[in-house]
């Protein structure tokens, strides 16, 4: 690694035109004043940072669920997956991760498998970090069929900042873990809904990296 590497990482596309429209913005801010138009320049330098996408270290061993966002683990708790994925009503394991406006906004895929269901449902924008964004927020959710045979889903949730969800996956697509699947501009968070028996390995407030830190192992349920 090099140091330039360390400290600038590359920039999804998904970004551009919004440090584009941060840039011209700090432009005519300059037009204004000195002080507005640094202001500005901090401004742009952090939606850059937020469209961030590093390269991540994805762990090789089967049966390894990683965590889909960089944030802090902030519920585990029993829940049904949503209803418009079409799984079983069995409650789940659900882990949830918190994504503040600072973290890289880029997810990726849990585990490898088929994504075989996408349902987007729009909805409201309630602080992340609370049980009811669960329900109620604008969400997208993926249902995706490990080579097992068994289906874990992971769910975008808008945020009170995130006001746009983007997916880069089709249902049919197979992916790998760690695998970009889509992200959620501007503060949010992920939800894991683990499958039946598998319990997860982290706790509440825990630090998350997307596509490296390891949440559940699937068999940790059938070896121990």
Not at 55 to 67: A, F, K, M, N, Y
Not at 84 to 102: H, I, K, Q
Not at 186 to 200: A, C, I, N, T, W
Request: proline letters at 6%; one cysteine or more.
């Amino acid at each position: 690694m090099n140091m330039l590497g360390t400290f600038i990482k590359p920039m999804h596309p998904e970004g551009r035109r919004f440090v584009a429209i941060f840039a011209a913005g700090t432009v005519g801010l300059f037009l204004v004043s000195d002080v507005l138009g640094w202001i500005g320049v901090i401004l742009t330098i952090w939606c850059y940072y937020f469209f961030r996408d590093p390269e991540r270290v994805t762990p090789d061993r089967d049966g390894l669920i990683v965590s889909p966002a960089d944030g802090i683990v902030s519920l585990i708790e029993k829940a049904v997956p949503p209803t418009e994925l079409g799984m079983a009503d069995t409650p789940l394991t659900r882990v949830s991760v918190f994504m503040s406006v600072f973290n890289c906004h880029v997810n990726r895929a849990p585990i490898s498998g088929e994504i075989t269901s996408i349902a987007y449902r729009p909805g409201k924008f309630f602080n992340a970090s609370l049980d009811k964004a669960s329900v109620h927020n604008e969400r997208n959710s993926l249902c995706i069929r490990m080579q097992d045979g068994r289906d874990l889903a992971v769910v975008q949730i808008a945020g009170l900042v995130a006001r746009r969800i983007v997916s880069f996956v089709e249902p049919g697509a197979v992916m790998k873990t760690g695998e970009r699947f889509g992200l959620i501009r501007f503060g949010s968070r992920l939800d894991v809904y683990l499958p039946e028996g598998v319990d997860p390995l982290v706790s509440i407030g825990q630090t998350m990296i997307a596509g490296e830190t390891v949440i559940a192992e699937l068999n940790a349920a059938t070896t121990g």
